[in-house]
């Protein structure tokens, strides 16, 4: 099997268990783990998955700075946006039926998208968002009552 291309910008996400994490991720969100890296103990050092043409990184909290929301007061710096060409409405109750933690329930935006936020077991905070009508920034604008330019 030809490797993918590998995407220009991805996002890599530290657990307490990596191996229950990518499991958990599987399930929830059908992400396909692609890579495993074993350190000599069994322990996961790095592993990847892939959801569409994205690519995530999961590994093990390995030092102070790089540490699961779980060990760190469920304090997040980051979230992750997924993308979905269809049937969000389904991912959300795969989400919830594995055990997300609803953040914020699945509405339309005023920007043409129907999205939620979840977080999974270890608190890392997960958006996934499907274009239900294409918007131009005036539309956005307008709908929203907000300023939408392509730059500063």
Do not use: C
Request: aromatic share 10%.
């Amino acid at each position: 099997m030809a490797e993918a291309k590998r995407p220009t910008l991805s996002s890599a996400v530290y657990y307490r268990d990596p191996r229950a994490a990518l499991k958990w991720l599987e399930s929830a969100f059908g992400y396909e783990t692609t890579m495993v890296v074993e350190n000599p103990d069994g322990t996961i050092g790095h592993s990847e998955m892939r959801f569409g043409d994205g690519l995530i990184m999961v590994g093990y909290e390995y030092d102070a700075r790089h540490k699961s929301p779980a060990s760190v007061g469920r304090v997040n710096t980051q979230s992750v946006h997924v993308q979905l060409d269809a049937d969000i409405d389904g991912h959300f109750a795969r989400a919830k039926a594995a055990g997300a933690t609803v953040v914020r329930e699945i509405e339309d935006q005023f920007y043409g998208d129907r999205n939620y936020i979840v977080a999974d077991p270890d608190g890392h905070v997960w958006s996934f968002g499907q274009t239900v009508k294409t918007m131009t920034n005036d539309e956005m604008a307008k709908a929203g009552g907000v300023a939408v330019r392509e730059r500063l």
